[in-house]
């Protein structure tokens, strides 16, 4: 059975090396770190749900949190996710700061109404702002099944009111988890749990937050745009040299943000390029690269040179068996063929 | 006449439950007229239900109504207007038009909006409840859920979410016999809703709900119950629908002679009774009281009536605490009715 | 306050207008008409739901099937999403054909965990189908506010296993209903409240089931693609005349199925005019739009003349004063505009 | 020993609950050898709930079971090597690989699959004895809960449909002392989880769940009032989770005493020290079973490590019954790992 890591290329996963300022640290560390110093930072700030005590979290992304903030402001829930945004909702309603965790993204279907009827709503309707995170463990890879591999994003991008953020490595998901908690609107905020323990960067403790809503280019070209964000960039990453050989310099757009997601950023290197492809896990239809393609058609079409392609999963559940998962993931061969095709243009 | 309410109190209950009945027969009116926008939701029979529950809470407590608890929110001290103006869709209204009826919060007041979806609020009140015991507040939070909304799963995870973590929570069941043309027979095989306090290891009760001073005295001993510790409490207030379940509901499906009983029982009528008896108040009392709401409200009425709508502008805003969002989803892009 | 029908143009709601054969049916009847003749056909579907029984349905698209066919098959629920479409999920595992009610489709985010991960995958994961309906109705322009009139069919366009349908004409709301309920998949029926008493047809009664995934060209045109579905059809009807002075023949779509949607038609029509505007009542960022926007510029890009537009309501919920619903449904102005401006490529 | 089941079905009993720990035995290692894909959910201590619950029901009867059920589904006549193939992914298992572990479903067995998502099988599980009792079949339903599960509001939702249905659905409940790492008192204020039976209006039932005869003679009398028309029964079986969560998990918020004390409970030493004692099996009819169990599961084991993996090709096949939806999402189109 073929390790994932391998399946996905197994290239370095980090930006930012072995060398540089800071201390090695992955992306759940970053996760982690972020908890840590919000809580310190602000005591409005709090965490709950299940096994987020003692245990420090299925993942254990918040380890540590109890023994330094005590049991109420590291609440462990009952298992009951509708319980566990709806407590959140009311305690930001009320002035404080709640981190809600969903022992994996999966079960945020069980809150789903109330994340977009109340949460995404209570603004528009009474002025009472929710802020708020609700954070977990997101996409596939791991060899989850149907239930512990999914990418929800789009379920909350299309409901308007909500925020959705995905970084793909370390200091984002540091950096961007503060600015979720610091951010006054409601805030999905999806952790790839096949980024957790791989992907690392040197970071200097007690840096502060980042900001929502900007895309990072994480690859300078001229060829095409590659759009993408999570645990895909790093498949852009891989592939990146083989199309320098073939002489197609892609330019590399981390996303970072899914909603509100930077526009300005994609438009303005899509006009440079001519040339658009859009890389996600999620499956094809109804995806972001819908809604980006669609942009981009709708104010760049004068620059563009070709189709705009999409390399995403298909639209399946996401199958258990290695060899099916494998199947269901786009992966630098997929994206290869779709950039060669796009350069034909 | 058992109350640990003081005279003036009584009065104030009485006017309160007068003013729940005389605002909804102006908005009756204006929705004859075709003044109201969308349904008109009616609490007739359950006015003690409301405000007596409402009466229980102090200064810096939390009430979250469903629609029929007008009187819940008028006890709190919602001005007549803000409702009549949420119904009639007007800026002046609490929610600027964006929300209908009395989906509409004043914080101050500590009165929070429904959502359509029922259950909800049990969830959220508690996680408000949450956070005030973490800011050291004494606050406790009452809510209310028909029969019907008990079937909910929301309230089932959130009553037990209160109950584990012992939050000063009065989820007042309203039990009128009907969700919508549902009767009770096929919402549920318990006889007692309270009973299900059982099932969550919390504290039930019952009462006459339209009883007005017996619903004030367990509500009272809930709330304070609350307020010393003693976490949650079922208070399920057994009254009736006497009317549709929204006014274009003829509710033919309900057993005319169901309603005449329970129309003798009518809780205005029988607060009435014992506070003229016990001398609260004399009959003139009962009738100046009656003529000064009824001055109030044309005052009211005429300002609703005379209120503008919003502007349509405000339609694109406020979903974000940063309007550009939202507008930038429309720069250049054609939205909505421009 | 604007009379909604005004306000959306007056227009004349049929496409069979006076004459013909059949009898002169409304959307709503046509919608009961579907139920009492798929249950006459086949004993194996029933209807279950909230007030659905003596009362009718609170719009009553159930009125008489109690009486006809009896308590057993016209099933009064507790108030509860979850269990309602839970047992339909579970009666059609075991070979009935239920057709669950939504008083109002906004309570189908209730049981958004149970169609998403149970209905919409048990065939993926067990080869067990779940041949059931989930209809209700669904948009605005009644002024119901923020949870009566919202557009859910992304929630489910975007869910794989799910099959999602929004007739705008009567007679597609009966014979796509019956084509739903003798589909073998879970399907979400989107019945347009705005619709039910407005929209007539002259139909056959008995006549048979139509087919799902299937658009209709509702106006024949050369000029511009305009792709829409469900009241907007509508609207873009209303709005044709006015393009057709300006010189602009609108070709318009009307998609009736939104999953899965008529890609050929689409394509086909655009490959014709070279031009293609989508029009919706949903939300703009990532309603179906997107979809379309993006298969057409990865698979006609070589055809399109102009950017590919969208003209859909603003990413906000969905207001209740008359003024504010105006403002956020598109309507004809809007349509003209954006037309207009298509054009001129 | 007081039971109602005969002779071989007492020796099947024991073989089934021996069965459940040696298969369990058997994907220990497999998992050590990293030949299980993804987690391994034990049922250690929980084979009389799972086996004794299952044996009350019928040929034709249904059954849907959550992971940590495995006895359950052997009860039910499911092969090991079903399960074994399940848990190393390959196309010879009844998902063919598409989901883990026990996530399958055999109709014709009357067996179904869950969902990961705790509480929702309550609502399906009953819709399917609504279709049954439509179709005029007598047939149970039977499903299982653990105590954490019990706060999901698709169970309330569901039981409560059932109950007011009166359907023949029998609801174990398995308290265990955990949910993942969470200890009950922060679960539920209740002591006793079938006293939610009373705020649903159905039969509540406690029993010792470690003790196989007792389980069953519970279980037998819920199935056949609910053959018999009496509705649902919440059933709870009060056992003990012996390891962590799931293998990964080495339960160090776990007080070893408290295991101690439950090690002294294990359900299977239980039934054969009843069972020798009262003559139904001697000391070597069981070393018989043991050794013929172990010889079967030698074959299923090597049965499933030769078994292949699913073709690739299969992970765009069986979303809907036509599989050209699907796959026109990828006709000419860049989708998955090619
Ligand atoms: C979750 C949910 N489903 C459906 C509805 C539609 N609905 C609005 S009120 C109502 C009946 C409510 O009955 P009950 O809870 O007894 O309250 P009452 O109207 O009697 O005060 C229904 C079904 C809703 N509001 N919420
Ligand atoms: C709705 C939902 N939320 C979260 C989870 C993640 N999860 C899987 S098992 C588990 C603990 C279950 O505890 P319990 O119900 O007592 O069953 P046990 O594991 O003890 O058999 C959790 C939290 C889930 N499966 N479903
Ligand atoms: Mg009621
Ligand atoms: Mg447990």
Chains 1, 3 share one sequence.
């Not at chain 1, 512990?148 to 959705?164: A, D, I, N, R």
């Not at chain 1, 908690?181 to 096949?194: A, W």
């Not at chain 1, 993408?228 to 320098?244: H, R």
């Not at chain 2, 609350?226 to 409490?233: H, L, S, Y």
Request: aromatic share 8%.
């Amino acid at each position: 059975m073929a390790d994932p890591r391998v399946a996905r290329g197994g290239v370095t996963f980090t930006l930012t090396g072995g060398e540089g300022p800071g201390v090695e640290t992955t992306y759940l560390d970053a996760v982690r770190q972020a908890l840590f110093e919000e809580m310190e930072r602000d005591e409005r700030v709090f965490v709950l749900g299940e096994d987020v005590g003692a245990y420090g979290g299925a993942f254990k992304a918040t380890e540590g949190l109890l023994e330094r903030f005590g049991p109420a402001r590291v609440l462990d829930t009952p298992l009951a996710e509708e319980a566990i945004v709806g407590a959140a909702i009311g305690a930001a309603m009320r002035g404080l700061r709640p981190v809600a965790e969903m022992q994996f993204i999966d079960f945020i279907s069980r809150a789903f109404d109330l994340l977009t009827n109340f949460a995404a709503k209570n603004r528009y309707r009474t002025g009472i702002g929710v802020p708020m995170v609700v954070r977990g463990p997101s996409g596939a890879g791991v060899h989850g099944g149907p239930y512990h591999s999914q990418s929800p994003e789009m379920y909350f991008v299309k409901t308007p009111g909500l925020k959705v953020v995905a970084p793909a490595t370390a200091a984002d998901a540091r950096s961007l988890l503060k600015a979720s908690i610091r951010d006054d609107d409601p805030v999905i905020f999806l952790e790839h749990k096949f980024l957790y323990r791989r992907v690392r960067d040197r970071l200097i403790p007690g840096e502060d937050a980042g900001t929502l809503g900007q895309a990072a280019v994480r690859r300078t070209g001229t060829g095409l745009t590659i759009v993408t964000y999570g645990a895909m960039l790093w498949t852009a990453l891989e592939a990146a040299p083989a199309l320098e050989v073939d002489g197609i310099s892609p330019e590399i757009l981390d996303l970072r943000t899914l909603m509100p997601w930077d526009e300005d950023t994609v438009l303005t290197s899509v006009k440079k390029t001519g040339k658009c492809l859009i890389l996600h896990e999620d499956t094809r239809t109804a995806g972001l690269g819908a809604e980006i393609a669609a942009t981009v058609s709708e104010k760049a079409f004068e620059w563009l040179d070709g189709p705009i392609l999409r390399v995403t999963a298909p639209d399946t559940p996401v199958p258990y068996s290695p060899p099916l998962e494998e199947a269901f993931l786009p992966n630098a061969k997929t994206l290869l063929a779709a950039a060669r095709q796009l350069a034909r243009y | 006449m058992t109350t640990s309410l003081p005279t003036e109190r009584l009065e104030d209950l009485y006017r309160t439950m007068l003013l729940n009945r005389l605002l909804e027969e102006r908005l009756v009116n204006l929705y004859r007229q075709g003044k109201v926008v969308g349904g008109l939701y009616r609490s007739l029979g359950q006015e003690a239900t409301s405000v007596a529950t409402a009466f229980a809470l102090e200064p810096g407590d939390l009430l979250a109504p469903l629609i029929r608890n007008l009187g819940s929110v008028l006890a709190r001290g919602i001005p007549a207007r803000d409702v009549l103006t949420q119904y009639l869709a007007r800026a002046t209204s609490p929610s600027r038009g964006k929300d209908a009826n009395l989906h509409f919060s004043v914080p101050e007041k500590g009165v929070y909006s429904p959502i359509a979806m029922l259950g909800t609020l049990v969830p959220v009140v508690s996680g408000m409840l949450l956070a005030e015991r973490m800011k050291g507040n004494s606050v406790v939070g009452m809510t209310y859920l028909g029969d019907g909304g008990t079937s909910v799963g929301a309230f089932h995870e959130g009553i037990n979410f209160a109950a584990v973590q012992k939050l000063p929570l009065v989820l007042v069941i309203e039990f009128n016999g009907w969700a919508y043309s549902t009767p009770f027979e096929k919402q549920s095989a318990v006889r007692t809703l309270a009973d299900k306090a059982i099932g969550y290891g919390i504290r039930g009760e019952v009462v006459d709900g339209n009883d007005a001073l017996a619903v004030y005295e367990v509500a009272r001993a809930a709330v304070d119950r609350a307020r010393a510790g003693g976490g949650p409490t079922l208070l399920e207030c057994k009254t009736y629908r006497m009317k549709g379940h929204a006014e274009h509901d003829a509710q033919a499906y309900v057993d005319p002679k169901e309603l005449e009983e329970w129309r003798r029982q009518d809780p205005l009528a029988r607060l009435a009774k014992v506070l003229t008896e016990s001398g609260v108040l004399t009959p003139a009392g009962l009738r100046a009281a009656h003529e000064e709401i009824e001055r109030r409200l044309d005052a009211d009425v005429a300002f609703a009536e005379a209120s503008p709508f919003p502007d349509p502008s405000l339609a694109f805003r406020g979903v974000y605490a940063d309007d550009g969002i939202a507008e930038r989803a429309r720069r250049g892009i054609f939205t909505g009715g421009l």
